[in-house]
């Protein structure tokens, strides 16, 4: 066994402060919150190659003292604690003294600082934790720290480091996160030169959430506020249409600190549940203000998790206060609404009133549900671009070729999220006659098509109907078939674009669409911008965590595109395998949102077209992500199910 020794200080130093520092964006956190509670008025960071090379935090506030400045970068040396009394009741961001000594056990440090009370500032330089210049300096009133070349002597912890636009995306969102609880203050963001964000300063949250999340983001979120005895909520909450992938879009404040909660998030979820759909965030900004002493801060090396002495409760303030303001909302939807122009989403509408998404294409002519299927059939003869499908928001009439390529009334945007108007399921044709059919396929031969296949057979079935607006059920001669309406579509669309028959470039969007995304999410998206382009994206850099969509998918609704490039931007963090296989992962998104959802109505035609098409291709067997999407019972085992036979 080997013996027992007392580590060296340095080494000590260098373990303690991985609790502390784990890349860029702890250090913007740290240092932002000792500017914060050093009463400082105006913040500046500066950030270059990610904050690993260069970081500059430059604040207005009290200064430190000059017989000080060294005892700030002892460990656990704080300001903000003398008492053991004190630790139950704590109303300061940073109090354990482990920032600056934990910074500067990494990388290069220089402090400059100054107080009102003397004329001169002081200037201190460490390295890795030793002390390399001190002395006199002119500088204005606050305190500025310059941290250079971050884990220059932990080689072992660089290499974890992300890419240089990964690492400042991350100390983005640290940065943001401490501006928007702190609306009071005007902080500044510059990366690389360029000016990320800048706050205000007003003491307004919304000013805050609009300086770094966009006009589009602030615009659409709801205000809360409730008091539920010591406890108060305030802040904003996005309305139900308006979610995300992930939850990278909640923030908690606990007495202006932003924490990490599953109590806080589940409260949230939970009064959203029935709202939204599953596997979809809504976006939230929440500060809490309760008893210093009904909370523990200082149960996380990075006080980013805290302990509540009534939880119970908490949840129940949190859940209330998002429930009523959902539930306001839903009342003056209804009263902004203006008749025949606006519509409710499809996750507001009962089964009977959902219909089939279309398109009109580019001669006025709306397709059929069932023609998007022979198309997908005869692209593989024809080679034949289809015309750039355009959404129409009105009603559609008999005579809908005589109307132009688009239909759009006049809408405000922050007034309501409209979706496309229900559109009669009608075919401008009469259906041709079709021709004899082969032999139905078995189960046993799902096998997959061969390439030389030009055309997949005409199948004989008959559409009896379907189950829940979901399961189409039909007949052959020798049994019954039942088809999952969704995911063969999904698998249908996912074939057609991943093969590239269509022949058709992205489709150009009338109008460029900005999105709002989470910072690192947005960043995530242009690091693989070519990516995006191959499945059909064309993106650019809008600022403040929008990204401006000049192209999308053909098959894409244009109301869909923020939904699905929030979600591919949660799939860029979190995936890990080859381009190839993400590439692959993108389509599937793709073509999820694109296909026919379940609960919407077909009418009996274009179900007997989709069955055929879908029956006829033996690669519609699971949708992209394995789920089955037709299923076969034959006629023997009916009759044995029923105990006709035995």
Same mark, same amino acid.
């Given at each position: 066994?080997?013996?027992?020794?007392?580590?060296?200080?340095?080494?000590?130093?260098?373990?303690?402060?991985g609790?502390?520092?784990?890349?860029?964006?702890?250090?913007?956190?740290?240092?932002?919150?000792?500017?914060?509670?050093?009463?400082?008025?105006?913040?500046?960071?500066?950030?270059?190659?990610?904050?690993?090379?260069?970081?500059?935090?430059?604040?207005?506030?009290?200064?430190?003292?000059?017989?000080?400045?060294?005892t700030?970068?002892?460990?656990?040396?704080?300001?903000?604690?003398?008492?053991?009394?004190?630790?139950?009741?704590?109303?300061?961001?940073?109090?354990?003294?482990?920032?600056?000594?934990?910074?500067?056990a990494?990388?290069?440090?220089?402090?400059?600082t100054?107080?009102?009370h003397?004329?001169?500032?002081?200037?201190i330089?460490?390295?890795?934790?030793?002390?390399?210049?001190?002395?006199e300096?002119?500088?204005?009133?606050?305190?500025?720290?310059?941290?250079?070349?971050?884990?220059f002597?932990?080689?072992?912890?660089?290499?974890?480091?992300? /890419?240089?636009?990964?690492? *400042?995306? $991350?100390?983005?969102? &640290? !940065? +943001?996160?401490? #501006?928007?609880?702190h609306?009071q203050?005007?902080?500044?963001?510059?990366?690389?030169?360029?000016?990320?964000?800048?706050?205000?300063?007003?003491g307004?949250?919304?000013?805050?959430?609009?300086?770094?999340?966009g006009r589009?983001?602030?615009?659409?979120?709801?205000?809360?506020?409730?008091?539920?005895?010591?406890?108060?909520?305030?802040?904003?909450?996005?309305?139900?249409?308006?979610?995300?992938?992930?939850?990278?879009?909640?923030?908690?404040?606990?007495?202006?600190?932003?924490?990490?909660?599953?109590?806080?998030?589940?409260?949230?979820?939970?009064?959203?549940?029935?709202?939204?759909?599953?596997?979809?965030?809504?976006?939230?900004?929440l500060?809490?203000?309760?008893?210093?002493?009904?909370?523990?801060?200082?149960v996380?090396?990075?006080?980013?998790?805290?302990?509540?002495?009534?939880? /119970?409760e908490?949840?129940? *303030?949190? $859940?209330?206060?998002? &429930? !009523? +303001?959902?539930? #306001?909302?839903?009342?003056?939807?209804?009263?902004?609404?203006?008749?025949?122009?606006?519509?409710?989403?499809?996750?507001?509408?009962?089964?009977?009133?959902?219909?089939?998404?279309?398109?009109?294409d580019?001669?006025?002519?709306?397709?059929?549900?069932?023609?998007?299927?022979?198309?997908?059939?005869?692209?593989?003869?024809?080679?034949?671009?289809?015309?750039?499908?355009?959404?129409?928001?009105?009603?559609?009439?008999?005579?809908?070729?005589?109307?132009?390529p688009?239909?759009?009334p006049?809408?405000?945007?922050?007034?309501?999220?409209?979706?496309?108007?229900?559109v009669?399921?009608?075919?401008?044709?009469?259906?041709?006659?079709?021709?004899?059919?082969?032999?139905?396929?078995?189960?046993a031969?799902?096998?997959?098509?061969?390439?030389?296949?030009a055309?997949p057979?005409?199948?004989?079935?008959?559409?009896?109907?379907?189950?829940?607006?979901?399961?189409?059920? +039909?007949?052959?001669?020798?049994?019954?078939?039942l088809?999952?309406?969704?995911?063969?579509h999904?698998?249908?669309?996912?074939?057609?674009?991943?093969?590239?028959?269509?022949?058709?470039?992205?489709?150009?969007l009338?109008?460029?669409?900005?999105?709002?995304?989470?910072?690192?999410?947005?960043?995530?998206?242009?690091?693989?911008?070519?990516?995006?382009?191959?499945?059909?994206?064309?993106?650019?850099?809008?600022?403040?965590?929008?990204l401006?969509?000049?192209?999308?998918?053909?098959?894409?609704?244009?109301?869909?595109?923020?939904f699905?490039l929030?979600?591919?931007g949660?799939?860029?963090?979190?995936?890990?395998?080859a381009?190839?296989?993400?590439?692959?992962?993108?389509l599937?998104?793709?073509?999820?949102k694109?296909?026919?959802?379940?609960?919407?109505?077909?009418?009996?035609?274009?179900?007997?077209?989709?069955?055929?098409a879908?029956?006829?291709?033996?690669?519609v067997?699971?949708?992209?992500?394995g789920?089955?999407?037709?299923?076969?019972?034959?006629?023997?085992?009916l009759?044995?199910?029923?105990?006709?036979?035995?």
């Open positions: 066994m080997a013996q027992i020794y007392q580590m060296s200080p340095q080494l000590a130093n260098l373990i303690a402060a609790e502390v520092v784990e890349r860029p964006g702890s250090v913007v956190k740290e240092l932002l919150e000792n500017a914060v509670d050093a009463g400082a008025k105006h913040v500046t960071v500066e950030l270059r190659h990610g904050g690993i090379a260069y970081l500059r935090v430059t604040d207005d506030g009290s200064g430190i003292l000059p017989e000080d400045v060294r700030a970068f002892l460990r656990h040396a704080t300001s903000k604690l003398r008492r053991e009394s004190e630790l139950s009741a704590i109303g300061t961001l940073g109090f354990r003294g482990e920032a600056l000594a934990a910074i500067a990494v990388s290069r440090v220089d402090l400059f100054r107080t009102r003397y004329d001169a500032g002081v200037q330089t460490i390295e890795g934790g030793k002390e390399t210049g001190y002395g300096t002119g500088c204005p009133q606050g305190t500025t720290v310059v941290v250079r070349d971050l884990f002597n932990v080689p072992a912890r660089a290499k974890f480091l992300k /890419k240089d636009a990964t690492e *400042a995306a $991350y100390a983005e969102s &640290a !940065a +943001a996160q401490i #501006a928007i609880s609306p203050v005007a902080f500044r963001l510059i990366r690389d030169g360029r000016e990320i964000f800048s706050t205000p300063g007003d307004k949250m919304r000013s805050a959430i609009y300086a770094c999340g589009d983001l602030a615009g659409s979120l709801l205000a809360i506020s409730g008091a539920f005895g010591e406890i108060t909520v305030s802040g904003f909450i996005s309305p139900a249409e308006v979610t995300r992938a992930t939850r990278a879009q909640q923030a908690f404040y606990i007495n202006g600190r932003y924490i990490h909660s599953r109590l806080l998030s589940a409260a949230v979820e939970e009064a959203y549940k029935g709202r939204i759909m599953t596997g979809r965030y809504p976006v939230c900004y500060d809490l203000r309760l008893n210093l002493s009904a909370v523990d801060v200082n996380h090396p990075a006080k980013l998790e805290v302990k509540f002495s009534r939880e /119970k908490v949840f129940s *303030a949190v $859940y209330q206060s998002v &429930a !009523a +303001a959902l539930e #306001a909302n839903g009342e003056l939807e209804e009263l902004r609404q203006k008749p025949n122009l606006l519509v409710p989403r499809e996750d507001h509408l009962t089964a009977g009133q959902q219909k089939m998404n279309l398109h009109v580019g001669r006025g002519k709306v397709p059929t549900f069932a023609e998007t299927y022979q198309t997908a059939h005869a692209a593989v003869a024809q080679k034949q671009p289809a015309a750039m499908p355009y959404q129409t928001k009105s009603g559609a009439s008999p005579a809908m070729d005589k109307l132009p688009l239909v759009e006049v809408i405000d945007p922050m007034a309501f999220d409209p979706v496309k108007q229900e009669p399921l009608a075919s401008a044709e009469e259906p041709k006659p079709a021709e004899t059919p082969a032999e139905p396929a078995r189960p031969e799902f096998e997959p098509s061969k390439p030389e296949e055309e057979q005409t199948l004989q079935v008959r559409v009896l109907g379907e189950v829940f607006r979901t399961y189409v059920i +039909a007949e052959d001669k020798d049994g019954l078939w088809i999952d309406k969704h995911a063969a999904e698998r249908m669309l996912f074939n057609r674009i991943k093969a590239g028959l269509d022949g058709q470039a992205p489709q150009l009338l109008s460029p669409k900005t999105v709002t995304l989470s910072q690192v999410e947005k960043d995530a998206c242009l690091e693989h911008a070519e990516l995006l382009r191959q499945a059909g994206f064309g993106v650019e850099d809008f600022g403040r965590g929008a401006l969509v000049r192209e999308a998918p053909m098959y894409l609704d244009e109301q869909d595109i923020p699905v929030s979600e591919i949660a799939r860029l963090l979190s995936h890990r395998g381009d190839n296989e993400l590439l692959d992962d993108l599937k998104s793709i073509s999820c694109a296909a026919v959802k379940a609960g919407m109505d077909t009418d009996a035609q274009e179900l007997q077209q989709f069955a055929e879908v029956l006829a291709d033996s690669n067997r699971n949708c992209p992500h789920r089955p999407c037709v299923t076969y019972l034959s006629r023997y085992q009759e044995k199910l029923f105990k006709r036979i035995l």
